[in-house]
């Protein structure tokens, strides 16, 4: 992007899958937000020299290396979304994003309500984690 936005900021640009380009949200359908967050990594390398112990999550029984992510487009309607798949519910209080094309993921999350077992009405795609056209 050449002016990067601000927390705030609607998307000025098309974002599109980072491996296949297939559209995720049209221009204007998205708020940037600061919401630092665990996020699965894409793609782990078995051979990781760096320093990720602080950073994992235990997912429904099992230890995943993520990454810290603070920005995130928020979107509040899962309808707004052009192509986006859900993953299974996990540990009870998410739900990841991914690609509905190549199912590469998670490109994001939404949250459950604790309570009610729904989805909360926040979807928040990590910025760097998609592109734009």
């Known amino acids: 992007m050449d002016n990067l936005p601000s927390i705030g900021d609607r998307n000025t640009q098309t974002i599109v899958c980072s491996f296949c380009d297939d559209i ?3 221009p204007q359908t998205a708020i940037l937000t600061n919401k630092p967050t665990l996020l699965p990594q894409m793609n782990v390398e078995k051979n990781s020299s760096t320093d990720t112990e602080t950073n994992r999550l235990s997912i429904n029984g099992s230890d995943h290396v993520c990454d810290s992510i603070e920005t995130f487009w928020l979107v509040s309607d899962m309808f ?3 192509n986006v798949g ?3 519910t996990v540990n009870n209080q998410t739900k990841y994003l991914v690609c509905a094309n190549c199912e590469r993921g998670p490109i994001g ?3 459950i309500n604790p ?3 729904q989805l909360e ?3 928040y795609v990590a910025s760097d984690r998609i592109k734009y056209k």
Do not use: A
């Open 86 to 88: 859900f993953s299974n």
């Open 115 to 117: 309570l009610t077992r």
């Open 24 to 26: 995720i949200l049209r």
């Open 109 to 111: 999350f939404s949250p």
């Open 121 to 123: 009405k926040e979807f």
């Open 80 to 82: 707004t979304f052009e």
